[in-house]
């Protein structure tokens, strides 16, 4: 099983949609969690921070279940400008993070 | 601009040659990260400083691979002996304390 799992997609939206990505991790110990989007060819850009009381940036939504183990990504009013990959990454004891592959959305008018 | 900046952006080299790879961070940042990634995969960790001392390094990083941070501040990813599947991006990352800050990366192409 892969430390940290993504659906890798593509999830192909409408404008003016909602869509959730989830990602699970197998680790029980990761302590802290984030997400990144990739746009093609360019390096990672930290988009949030995920808390176990979930956190909000505009129309995006982070939560963490760590009952369950995954932590999801909300993203409401889905603009053309969305469109990239989204990784998740978690961080074990130890400094490294660890990512999953990515979950491509492209989001179409 | 105060982000991370890396240097060369692209490098294309031939088989067995060795190629050295720059990371400058943010400047208050004192750990600083190497990454790998190959299409359609995530980064994968491959070495971490905090300030001059290199704290941790991946099974990925093989005999051929070695990094430097020596005072502290930019740091060196050189491999040797390059081979076709060291092609990759290299991103180097640096950190406050939580989140890690990324780069523009190096795309390495070995022919």
């Known amino acids: 099983r892969k430390e940290v799992e993504q659906d890798p997609g593509p999830f192909n939206v409408p404008e003016g949609a909602t869509v959730a990505f989830n990602c699970t991790y197998s680790n029980s110990a990761s302590q802290s969690f984030f997400w990144y989007r990739q746009d093609c060819r360019k390096e990672p850009k930290l988009l949030m921070s995920?808390?176990?009381s979930g956190n909000e940036d505009g129309r995006f939504t982070a939560q963490l279940n760590r009952a369950s183990q995954y932590i999801s990504l909300l993203i409401r009013d889905s603009k053309l400008s969305d469109s990239a990959t989204y990784l998740c990454a978690v961080h074990q004891a130890g400094t490294a993070l660890i990512f999953g592959k990515g979950t491509t959305l492209s989001v179409s008018s | 601009d105060t982000g991370v900046s890396q240097d060369p952006r692209h490098k294309i080299t031939k088989r067995g040659q060795n190629v050295t790879f720059r990371c400058d961070p943010i400047s208050e940042h004192n750990r600083l990260y190497w990454y790998r990634q190959t299409l359609g995969q995530g980064p994968e960790f491959l070495t971490y400083?905090?300030?001059?001392?290199?704290?941790?390094k991946s099974r990925l990083l093989s005999d051929r691979f070695s990094a430097e941070r020596p005072k502290g501040s930019f740091s060196t990813l050189e491999i040797q002996r390059t081979e076709q599947g060291d092609s990759a991006m290299y991103l180097c990352?640096?950190?406050?304390?939580?989140?890690?800050?990324f780069g523009p990366g190096t795309r390495l192409t070995v022919t």
């Open positions: 990352a640096s950190s406050p304390i939580q989140g890690q800050y």
């Open positions: 400083f905090q300030n001059e001392a290199q704290l941790e």
């Open positions: 995920v808390y176990s």
